[in-house]
């Protein structure tokens, strides 16, 4: 098989990569860069990313508000010396980004302008209109233009992660216009391959959003952490699940229930006030509004629609010029996907799949266990979002922590060197035997879209805004039983050129995997917190017994073994997760108290 | 309404075993919100799983899903069946690229120009992190933001009747993003991406037939951008002319 000679390769070409790749080109131009990416760079899921990006930046804010917030936004489930190096460092990124061109919104003077986000005490979050994700992608990428050392793969698909001499060294990709293997050779790999949210029905995210990077991590030995939180995010398309920015919200947008009333006020995050107050009502947290949407469901004060019950979000108070000035995107996603015009009708919304906070189990310097392999973005946890990611710390993350591993990476290749060509090229060859057994087997009868959706449906049943140990387990029982199913699928694309038939097989593997790994991991924590939230008897935060994260450990063709680890708490003791009225006293009590 | 259908007319071409591209027609259940994407997806699940195309994000940005839809550059996952209905749905890969497979063109020439204009900031002033960020009013961003919406969905090349004689032209998508680097108030080398412009594959290709900015899905108005190029192409090229000038480029 071919082989290609990197120092460190880096799979996945969205925010997080790109930042890792200019990192490492930035720490030593003679380190030899392979950036693999599924798609063109600039086709990554960053780019759907649209309200902003947090990093404190005015005179009466501080790391300290930055912290807290994203601390009990995570319902005390984060890594705390993480979290205080990540938001020392959000700003710094903020104006390297600024520096490279990305088109910030700016106030009149000039200076960059912040704009308030959900569970942010203070306005923090930059943004370039409501098409962050797509300016931040595209400033990186174009940048990396500017580094020979980084050697693209464009539309190569990472089919495994070679593991040898007890650490990782490299990857093996398929050219998805040839159908061709190639080994890429590595002293350190990143993984920075994004979420998985399209293992549930009705989500926000990209088709090519399948967890793969989870999934081969996790299948050579490395736990997957605190996958049971799965983020809904409360404002999205019905029947498609796209997504109408925070930004909607923290611009003044309200969300009504059928008979027009602001019904967050009724589930602890008032009062009601006609301009947003941050850290309430409408700008309360994505896992409590998702779960209140829930609730008015249940009461019957939702809207039915063609494609399930909605609320309405309300923007036309802002007038037709602010909404096109500061929402353009959603302005036309509503016109033209919807036939809605956002200043004269409010726009039917409903939760959706949006976001995993868990991933590959990584430090603050984004190693994972396996020595070697490194991974950034929404792929990892690093332990900043715990139960609850705040809207916006996700694009900070990508840059803070991409460069983290891009440096982390480099510094470990300099260290190895590499094990036998021919032993690496002999699990290369075993990689892609498995891989091409896929598309060779001719008697297999599962098709591959059918097995995807019922696992979505399950997923969606099993492990929604709310849940219950009955149907958890009716889902784990499920996917156990698509597992088997998988092993009989058959694929009728035998070509080579451009397989997506066979890429898809391979990804829906890659999904069933994580999707277990949700499923057990939150049957197995008997609680409620954050995203993961019960109604069998576990309603509330256990934290005597469940301040700890849990791991999820790959076993082959069983199940997952589910153990946990400590949380890493430094100066925020769990308290009382309050938002609105209720939130301000309790800050009020705690700092006289 | 759930019996309604569309026909969906597919170019189809797998290099491996068609001798020539040829349609392949499907039936595909027919509502009212969904899109040309939409309908590849479902041919894709449940009638035909060897149909390859590429898509994402299916709200626009990611810029993957181009294609020619009865005859015009456009997105799929915008273009909605509703417009067609009851018409035929007629889909091709996008007119002036090489068809790698079905739906799926080969763009490494639009990526090697891109990588040629030099895409990123060349300060003119450098500064460095802890001076903080540059200063840039409203009105200064103003000058480059729509040119920076260009999500590379190759809709303008596909429309573009200079690129599809001449495929060396730079090509309205890659001149758009050259001009939003060129009024970007931070950069300081549009000479050097001037050179670029006035030569053989610069903007004097352009006919100003002004269709690529008609089919831009994100209004970028690469039209606009070219035109501003050619006046100040020009007054370049004549300025070389009256100007003695050193032996340099
Ligand atoms: S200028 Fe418009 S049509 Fe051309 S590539 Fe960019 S977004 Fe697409
Ligand atoms: S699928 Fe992303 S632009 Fe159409």
């Known amino acids: 098989m071919e082989s290609f000679k990197a120092d460190v390769v880096i799979v996945g070409a969205g925010g997080a990569g790109l930042r890792a790749a200019i990192a490492v080109a930035e720490a030593d131009p003679g380190l030899a860069i392979a950036l693999v990416s599924k798609v063109y ?33 995570g319902d005390w489930l984060c890594e705390q010396d993480v979290v205080e190096y ?70 190569h698909f990472c089919a495994d992660l070679i593991v040898e001499d007890g650490r990782a060294q490299g990857v093996v990709v398929i050219g998805i216009a040839s159908g061709e293997f190639m080994l890429i050779e590595a002293g350190a790999v990143v993984f920075a391959t994004g979420g998985a949210g399209r293992v549930f029905r009705e989500n926000t995210n990209g088709g090519i959003v399948t967890g793969d990077g989870m999934a081969l991590a996790y299948r050579h030995g490395v736990p997957l952490r605190d996958m049971e939180f799965v983020q809904y995010h409360p404002t999205c398309m019905p029947g498609t699940g796209l997504l109408f920015t925070e930004a909607c919200r923290g611009e003044g947008g309200f969300l009504l229930n059928k008979d027009g009333y602001r019904y967050l006020q009724d589930y602890g995050l008032g009062p009601a006030e006609p301009v947003p107050r941050n850290k309430a009502m409408e700008l309360g947290p994505r896992d409590r509004l998702s779960q209140a949407f829930w609730h008015e469901q249940q009461k019957g004060r939702t809207i039915e629609g063609p494609h399930g019950s909605v609320v309405h979000l309300d923007l036309r108070h802002l007038g037709e010029r602010k909404l096109r000035e500061r929402l353009p ?54 332990g900043i979002h715990g139960a609850n990611r705040l809207g916006s710390n996700s694009l900070a993350e990508l840059c803070v922590f991409g460069k983290v591993a891009g440096i982390e990476a480099a510094r470990f290749a300099r260290t190895v060197s590499p094990s036998a060509a021919a032993t690496l090229q002999k699990q290369a060859q075993a990689s892609e035997h498995r891989a091409r057994a896929i598309v060779a087997k001719s008697d297999g009868t599962e098709r591959i879209a059918h097995l995807r959706k019922e696992m979505a449906e399950t997923m969606e049943r099993g492990c929604g805004i709310y849940r219950l140990g009955d149907s958890m387990q009716a889902t784990c029982d499920k996917l156990d ?21 066979w890429l898809m097989a391979i990804e829906l593997g890659f999904q069933l995997d994580v999707a277990q790994a949700m499923a057990y991991s939150a049957l197995n924590r008997k609680e409620s917190r954050g995203a993961h939230q019960r109604l069998d008897g576990f309603e509330q935060r256990d934290d005597e017994h469940y301040l700890k994260h849990t791991l999820a450990l790959f076993d082959g ?5 589910i153990d946990y680890s400590p949380v890493r708490i430094t100066k925020s003791r769990p308290a009382v997760r309050a938002y609105g009225a209720a939130g301000e006293q309790a800050e009020k009590e705690a700092r006289h108290g | 309404m759930a019996d309604k259908t569309i026909t969906v007319e597919v170019l189809r071409y797998r290099p491996e075993q068609d001798p020539a591209p040829e349609f392949q027609r499907y039936q595909v259940p027919f509502s009212d919100d969904m899109s040309v994407l939409q309908a590849l997806l479902y041919i894709k699940d449940e009638l035909d799983e060897t149909l390859s195309f590429r898509w994402s994000c299916r709200m626009a940005i990611c810029g993957s899903c181009g294609m020619m839809i009865n005859g015009d550059p456009k997105l799929s996952c915008k273009t909605f069946l509703r417009d067609i209905h009851p018409a035929t749905v007629r889909v091709e890969a996008l007119n002036h690229f090489p068809i790698e497979r079905d739906l799926v063109v080969v763009m490494d020439d639009f990526i090697d120009k891109l990588e040629r204009i030099q895409p990123y900031i060349i300060p003119a002033e450098p500064r460095s992190l802890d001076q903080g960020a540059y200063l840039q009013t409203p009105a200064q961003l103003d000058k480059y933001e729509q040119f920076s919406s260009c999500i590379n969905c190759l809709l303008c090349y596909a429309a573009c009747p200079q690129y599809g004689l001449n495929p060396t032209f730079i090509g309205p998508g890659a001149l758009a993003l050259l001009h939003r680097y060129n009024a970007d108030s931070r950069d300081g080398a549009s ?59």
């Not at chain 1, 899921?45 to 009990?72: I, K, L, P, R, Y």
């Not at chain 1, 106030?107 to 370039?128: C, L, S, Y």
């Not at chain 2, 352009?206 to 831009?216: D, I, L, R």
């Open chain 1, 41 to 73: 760079p600039m086709r990554s899921h960053t780019v759907a990313a649209e309200g902003g990006s947090a990093g404190v930046a005015q005179a009466h804010d501080s790391f300290e508000h930055h912290f807290n917030d994203t601390v009990s936004g």
């Open chain 1, 86 to 155: 990540f938001v020392a460092q959000c700003p710094q990124e903020m104006v390297q980004l600024e520096h490279w061109g990305c088109p910030w919104s700016r106030k009149p003077d000039g200076h960059v302008n912040v704009r308030a986000f959900g569970g942010m005490k203070i306005e923090r979050t930059w943004f370039a209109a409501d098409k962050t994700g797509f300016h931040m992608l595209h400033t990186l990428f174009q940048t990396s233009i500017k580094y020979p050392s980084i050697k693209r793969f464009d539309e």
């Open chain 1, 329 to 382: 995107q959603i302005y036309e996603l509503a016109e033209e996907f919807l036939g809605v015009d956002p200043a004269k009708t409010p726009i039917p919304v409903r939760p959706a799949v949006h976001y995993t906070m868990g991933g590959i189990l990584v430090d603050g310097s984004c190693a994972a266990p396996l020595p070697g392999l490194y991974a950034a973005g929404e792929c990892s946890s690093v």
């Open chain 1, 481 to 501: 039983e698509l597992r088997q199913r998988y092993k009989n699928i058959g694929i009728e694309d035998k070509s080579s050129v451009w397989n997506s038939n």
């Open chain 1, 557 to 561: 063709d069983g199940r997952p073994r």
């Open chain 2, 191 to 249: 000479a050097q991406r001037m050179e670029l412009v006035a030569a053989e594959e610069g903007v004097f290709n352009c006919t100003a037939v002004g269709y690529c900015s008609e089919v831009c899905p994100k209004h970028v108005d690469p039209a606009n951008a070219v035109n501003q190029n050619k006046t100040t192409a020009a007054a370049d090229y004549f300025a070389r002319f009256l100007k003695p000038k050193g032996s340099g480029k």
